[in-house]
């Protein structure tokens, strides 16, 4: 830990990649196609995540080197949100190509700009609460990463066997970066539970560090063929001409994640078990228990309450308005402007249809 | 029946006194005092509970012989929903003091206009929809009261041994008018379930009818006080010095109910038994008896509804809005713009303690 301490937050080799393009469906109707999650206050703070996850990066990068990964729809609010932010910094995948392609243009962008940069890539819309540890444990990444050609990612002590995220095994060791073993995506639940009491896996939040020098070169194993597509144009990346160069070509790359495409094959990998408590506001119910509760373990955003006999129950209203009810329990109810959803907790999961089934029943916009 | 045919129904010996002063706080957040449930369209049907009694009593009365009774904040309200009624049929009661004052200055009105007037006593928020059998008992209850000494209620059939209505026990004959022998208020279960046995009992629904002369000629015998209260401005009644008259003296009146007052002690009491349902509309779970349902036996007011495993509920929403619920049975969900509602239908008799206590937490305005 002392260590990290001695890396320069402000460096400029730092560097920091948001990605922001998500639709947040298991959130609807708050989170839709329109307005999605991260640019939402979901935890009424009075900041949405992206914002919040753009400060908590900043400070280890320096503001102006951290650029936002979204698509086309969403760049108005990213200015909105991020009003100092340069338009250079926004990076609009014209085409849904899951994670390694804009990963690699990024890398491409950066090391066209600061060909010694070490580089974070983070979802916008988690929850990390401390702040302090989560510094500490990126100076370690961006510092280890600096020195060594390895593919760092950040990894989540595992709080309970849960089904729906992917698990890293490491190599134990007393070294404070383990070497990674194996990457599993969405085991069964007895698969998860031997998991836990291995000792030896962490959830993946899908926070990664590496030098551009590093995962460009390993792109270039990995991905030769999308590798070859980008570097054409590694020469007008960051000029004017660059989004003519990506509205051409962005397409013609493999769908394809950064961790199926690179992570899960690549030799160098190692992770770092975080030191801080991690939520990825997943569901309404994980963000439910990351609010604050009233004396009936009730969450209520936003507007005012008059809870009677009604237990763990998310709510969240427009802001000033009054909820008052009674004999609910164990309930999601989100009241939205056009839509109010009420819904059990334990059926959380199909929030996602449900969304569906509404944009079909009553029209685009709902969506 | 045939006889109440021979009315006309244009006399203009027919008025009517419709009563529009209640605050229907069972119906809270719809129904607040700024805008109480008669003005709502609480049917969904695009006209208001007042606007439905005026147009079911024109039928029968002159609509220019029609008053409103009502207090001084809703008037503005009764000139939006009634822009042809002129000044002088809107009478504002300066003072709750209870249906007994009101019922005789209107009595007396209408007497210094056509002393040969007989007149109907309405709630202006009660649903009945058989007009046509409506028409035909009020016209009876005219003619009779035309030509008898006699106060005339309407009686309704008793669906159930209902505790929250008076009841009418009246003399078993083969006439269409009852004798009424006495009146009971709110009945325990037990003595509501011999009454329904008895089958000589009604439930007392406030409509009433008599002629002026009866009725004032009444009062002088029961509540002489306030008949000579009152007689001192029979002079100026219908002149502008009358608001100034009612404004000095109508708080020191007794504070009384006709049922208690007038109806419970005279001898000379009628009873026609009705031959239209009827439904007081006094709780959302009795508005959902008489609203449309989908399959699942919900009804929904206004907005638009996707209702998965969802039985037995009654949904108000601002026009236009969506419902999404999974998994809610037998609930009352009002969506207003500044309140949300949900409380168990079993529970709905509370909704008055809770609009008390509501307003307690958030302020007068929720109320």
Redesign the interface.
């Given at each position: 830990m002392s260590n990290s301490q001695s890396t320069n937050p402000r460096s400029t080799n730092h560097y920091a990649v948001i990605m922001a393009g998500g639709v947040g469906s298991r959130f609807w109707?708050v989170s839709t196609e329109e307005f999605p999650k991260q640019f939402h206050d979901m935890l009424g703070t009075g900041k949405s995540l992206l914002q919040q996850t753009f400060e908590r990066i900043s400070k280890i990068v320096p503001a102006e080197n951290i650029l936002i990964l979204t698509n086309d729809r969403y760049e108005n609010l990213v200015k909105q949100q991020l009003p100092k932010i340069e338009n250079k910094r926004i990076f609009l995948e014209p085409a849904m190509r899951n994670t390694a392609p804009c990963i690699l243009l990024s890398a491409m962008k950066i090391r066209q700009e600061n060909p010694d940069a070490v580089m974070l890539v983070a979802p916008s819309d988690h929850w990390i609460e401390d702040e302090t540890a989560f510094s500490e444990n990126i100076l370690t990444a961006f510092q280890t990463c600096q020195n060594e050609n390895i593919l760092m990612t950040l990894g989540i002590q595992p709080a309970f066997p849960n089904t729906g995220y992917g698990y890293i095994q490491f190599e134990k060791s007393e070294k404070e970066i383990k070497k990674v073993s194996q990457f599993t995506e969405k085991p069964d639940y007895q698969t998860a539970k031997t998991f836990l009491e291995a000792g030896n896996y962490l959830w993946n939040a899908g926070i990664f560090s590496w030098s551009v020098k590093t995962i460009i070169a390993e792109f270039k194993t990995q991905l030769p063929e999308m590798y070859e597509l980008f570097s054409e144009g590694k020469e007008i990346l960051n000029t004017e001409k660059e989004r003519k160069f990506i509205a051409e070509n962005y397409a013609k790359a493999e769908n394809i994640s950064i961790d199926y495409g690179i992570m899960e094959k690549a030799k160098n990998v190692g992770v770092l078990p975080a030191s801080f408590d991690w939520n990825d506001l997943g569901t309404w119910g994980s963000l439910h228990n990351q609010l604050p509760k009233d004396d009936q373990n009730n969450a209520v955003v936003n507007g005012?309450s008059?809870l009677?006999n009604s237990e763990n129950n998310m709510i969240r209203?427009p802001e000033?308005?009054?909820?008052?009810?009674?004999?609910?329990h164990n309930f999601i109810?989100i009241?939205k402007?056009?839509?109010?959803?009420?819904?059990?907790k334990k059926?959380e999961q199909?929030i996602k249809e449900?969304r569906n089934?509404?944009i079909k029943?009553?029209g685009e916009n709902?969506g």
């Open positions: 109707p005012k008059l009677l209203l000033g308005k009054v909820i008052v009810a009674e004999g609910l109810v009241d402007e056009d839509v109010l959803l009420i819904i059990p059926k199909e449900i089934q509404s029943k009553f709902l």
